[in-house]
Structures are given as structure tokens and as C-alpha cells.
């Protein structure tokens, strides 16, 4: 259960927790989900790359933080919407959209089977 993927998968996500979601992303990017023992280690992974996405300079990667989340929706929607890393992700990137006064349809559809407020 333990080896190089999960020492890389906790680097990622102390990456996010420490603020640099570019070293995140580079973690990220050495990973592609094959040789997880436990599938929901991958995808907890992934709401730890959708959160380096969001956490881009001027919402940069807002739409690659959408994208990922859309990923993991499509595999664990009962799962996604219990996680307060993905509620906080779809919230700030709902935030910034409402800035620019238009909420796009992939994130409404993101937020909405959540069950984030729009």
C-alpha cells in the first residue's frame, strides 16, 4: 500500500498546503493513476491537482481545475460532493467567475451536482 506513488502523492498535496501549486503541478505531472493500490488515493490526488489549478495566479488555471474535478465527477459523483477540498476549489472558481459576471456551463454543472450554491 505504501511506495514511491503514495511519498509522490503526499509531496503533491503538501505542495498545494504550502502554497506552491506549481511544484503541485509538477508532482502531479509524474503521475498518472497507474500502480495506486487504493483507486480513491488517485482520486483524492486529483482534487489535490485540481485545487495547484485553481490556486494559479489570476485564476489561470481555473478552467484545469474544472476539467479535473469533471474527471473525478464522472468516476465518483456521491464521492466528489462529500469533499471540502472540492467544495473550496468549485468555490473559488465560482467566485472569480462571478466577477467577470458569467458563470461558464461546465462549471455550473460542476457546482451544481455538488451542490454548491451558484
Given at each position: 500500500m505504501f511506495g514511491p506513488r503514495t511519498v509522490e502523492m503526499a509531496?503533491?498535496?503538501i505542495a498545494v498546503v504550502q502554497g506552491n501549486p506549481?511544484?503541485?503541478l509538477?508532482?502531479?505531472g509524474r503521475l498518472d493513476g497507474k500502480g495506486f493500490p487504493v483507486p480513491?488515493?488517485?482520486m483524492r490526488h486529483r482534487l489535490d491537482v485540481a485545487a495547484a489549478h485553481a490556486a494559479r495566479p489570476r485564476g489561470d488555471?481555473?478552467?484545469d481545475a474544472v476539467a479535473v474535478l469533471t474527471g473525478v465527477l464522472e468516476t465518483a459523483p456521491e464521492w466528489l460532493a462529500q469533499q471540502?477540498?472540492?467544495h473550496a476549489t468549485v468555490g473559488a472558481v465560482l467566485?472569480?467567475?462571478r466577477r467577470k459576471r458569467a458563470i461558464p456551463d461546465d462549471v455550473r454543472t460542476l457546482a451544481d451536482a455538488m451542490r454548491v450554491p451558484v
Open positions: 509531496a503533491g498535496e506549481g511544484k503541485a509538477t508532482i502531479a480513491r488515493n488517485y488555471g481555473d478552467q471540502r477540498g472540492a467566485d472569480r467567475a
